[in-house]
C-alpha cells in the first residue's frame, strides 16, 4: 500500500477460528467466506479464500493437531481491497517445504491440495517452519506483493460462558502523501465491552490531522477522548524517513528490530482518561542494519526473541511468528511489524 491512506483495526472486518478439533475445517471455511462477503468482496474472491482457509485449518488440524486461523480485508464496499489470512501452529513443522509447496502434495491423506494449493490460488505466500516449533504461513489474495506492514488484534480467549468476548485491543496506521507513517497502539484497561469502548474512542480521534501534530499531541488527544471512559494505556510512533518520533503512556512495547538484536523504545506510566499523565516524545535515528519497529500490547509476552535468520522475513510472517511464540490466552492481544526500510522484505 502506498500514498495516503488510513488503517485501523475498527475498519478491518476480521474473524478468528480457534482450530482445536476437525470441526474448525468447516469454521475456517465458513468464516472466510463470511469476512470476504462482508467485505463485497466477489463470489470468485470468496470462494479463493474458502479454499485457502480450509487447506490451511486442514493442514493445521492433521499435521499439528490444531492451530489458529486469522482471516481479514481491510478494504470495504466497492474497493473491497486484498484479504489476508494467517494460520499458525505449534506442531511438528514442515520437513520439507518445497515438496508441499507442489501442488497435490500431501503427507496426511488430505484432499491432496494442501500448501500447493494455496500458492496457486494466493497473490502471496510466506511461510516459516522448525523441527518442533511449528509453522506460520501468512497469503495475501488480491496483493502482489502484500503490504509491508502486518497489524493484529485479537481478544482474549474467555472462559464459557464468556467466550467471545469484544477486544479491548487495537490499532492505527495513518500513511500521509509525504511517506510519513504513524502507528497507534492502544489496550483498554481491563477486558470485555468497557475496554472495547475505551479502545474504540481512542482510535476515532486518530486521523491524518492528528497524526501529522507528533506523537505526543496524539497521546494527548487520546487523553481527551478518553475521559469518562474506563481509560486505556497506549502509544504512538512516527516515521520521517530516518527519524522515529515515539512517545507511550503505560505498558505498549516497542522494539526497533535488526539482524542479532533490538532496541527498547520506553514510555511513561500512567493512564490516558485518568488524571492527565506525563507524556514525553523521543527522537531517535535509525540505524542503518535496523529493519522493523515491533509495538505490541501486554497481550504477548515482552520476553520474546526473535532468531536472526527470521528478522529477514516478510512483516506478515514476522508477525505470525511474534504472535504464536508470545501471546497470551488470558488477555488480549495486539501487535504491528512495520518496516523502517526500503529494502525490508
Not at 73 to 83: C, L
Not at 97 to 121: C, K, N, P, W, Y
Not at 145 to 156: G, H, I, K, S, V
Amino acid at each position: 500500500m502506498s500514498g495516503a491512506g488510513l488503517w485501523s483495526s475498527l475498519r478491518r472486518t476480521a474473524a478468528l477460528v480457534r482450530i482445536e478439533d476437525a470441526s474448525g475445517v468447516a469454521a475456517a471455511r465458513y468464516a472466510a467466506r463470511e469476512v470476504a462477503m462482508r467485505a463485497g468482496v466477489d463470489i470468485d474472491g470468496r470462494e479463493r479464500a474458502a479454499l485457502v482457509a480450509t487447506e490451511l485449518a486442514s493442514n493445521a488440524w492433521r499435521h499439528a493437531g490444531g492451530g489458529e486461523l486469522h482471516v481479514w480485508t481491510d478494504g470495504q464496499g466497492e474497493s473491497p481491497g486484498s484479504m489476508g489470512v494467517l494460520a499458525v501452529d505449534r506442531g511438528p513443522g514442515i520437513a520439507d517445504v518445497r515438496a508441499a509447496l507442489r501442488d497435490g502434495i500431501s503427507t496426511a491423506g488430505s484432499l491432496g491440495h494442501g500448501l500447493g494449493a494455496v500458492q496457486r490460488l494466493a497473490s502471496w505466500v510466506g511461510i516459516a517452519t522448525d523441527a518442533g516449533e511449528g509453522t506460520v504461513v501468512s497469503a495475501e489474495l488480491g496483493a502482489d506483493p502484500p503490504a509491508p506492514w502486518a497489524a493484529l488484534a485479537r481478544p482474549w480467549r474467555a472462559p464459557p460462558p464468556t467466550r467471545g468476548e469484544p477486544c479491548g485491543d487495537g490499532w492505527a496506521l495513518v500513511e500521509e502523501p509525504s511517506g510519513a507513517r504513524s502507528w497507534l497502539v492502544v489496550d483498554g484497561l481491563g477486558h470485555g465491552a468497557k475496554a472495547e469502548e475505551a479502545a474504540r474512542a481512542a482510535l476515532a480521534v486518530f486521523d491524518r490531522a492528528c497524526a501529522a501534530r507528533g506523537p505526543a499531541a496524539v497521546l494527548g488527544a487520546v487523553h481527551e477522548a478518553l475521559v469518562g471512559t474506563r481509560g486505556a494505556v497506549a502509544a504512538c510512533a512516527r516515521l520521517e524517513g530516518d527519524l522515529i518520533r515515539y512517545a507511550g503512556v503505560g505498558n505498549i512495547r516497542t522494539r526497533v528490530l535488526r539482524p542479532g538484536g533490538s532496541r527498547s523504545l520506553g514510555g511513561r506510566d500512567g493512564l490516558l482518561g485518568d488524571r492527565r499523565p506525563s507524556i514525553h516524545e523521543q527522537t531517535i535515528e535509525r540505524a542503518p542494519e535496523e529493519r522493523w519497529l515491533v509495538m505490541h500490547s501486554d497481550g504477548l509476552d515482552s520476553r520474546w526473541n526473535l532468531p536472526e535468520r527470521r528478522v529477514r522475513l516478510a512483516a506478515p510472517v514476522v508477525l505470525g511468528i511474534l504472535y504464536r511464540d508470545a501471546a497470551k490466552d488470558r488477555d488480549d492481544a495486539t501487535v504491528i511489524v512495520q518496516p523502517l526500510s526500503t529494502t525490508a522484505p
